[in-house]
């Protein structure tokens, strides 16, 4: 069990949340929901605990900010015909810059799966405050833990 304890690796699962995603201030991608994938708990194992994890490059000018909210929807049918939400919150601030500059850096939401249904999947919605001039770049990633087998 020792040598468990220390191969993180062996006791979770990391899979692509949905795709990359550039984002330009009053532009495109700009306060857009990007549509997470679906993810399978009986093929992960069950999971029963997970970690959205969101990471970003952001250009912005002096004074503003990349916020991002989400929703994290779960049900029974495999196109999440019957989604409901189990966690969501709205837009907070990331990343902001005083005097200027290029911010990165990793947004993390950890959530719970317990009692959640069979599939799942995170929807979550970049923020740039300015007009026309910042721009972000990220990639999302859901890392699951606490399943009833170690997963493949």
């Known amino acids: 069990m020792t040598t468990q304890l220390r191969d993180i690796g062996s006791l979770i699962k990391v899979d692509r949340a949905a795709a990359n995603t550039a984002v330009t201030a009053g532009g495109g991608g700009d306060n857009a929901e990007v549509t997470g994938v679906i993810l399978d708990r009986a093929a992960l194992g069950w999971p029963e605990s997970a970690v959205l994890a969101i990471g970003y490059t952001t250009t912005l000018a002096a004074g503003q900010s990349l916020s991002i909210g989400y929703t994290v929807q779960e049900g029974q049918q495999s196109n999440l015909g019957d989604a ?69």
């Not at 709205?90 to 005097?99: E, K, L």
């Open 84 to 152: 409901a939400t189990l966690v969501t919150a709205t837009q907070a601030v990331v990343a902001s810059s005083v005097g200027g500059g290029t911010v990165t850096g990793t947004f993390e939401v950890n959530f719970s799966l317990r009692g959640a249904g069979r599939y799942f999947r995170a929807n979550w919605t970049p923020n740039l405050s300015a007009a026309n001039t910042d721009t972000a770049a990220l990639a999302a990633m859901l890392v699951t833990g606490g399943a009833n087998r170690v997963p493949v």
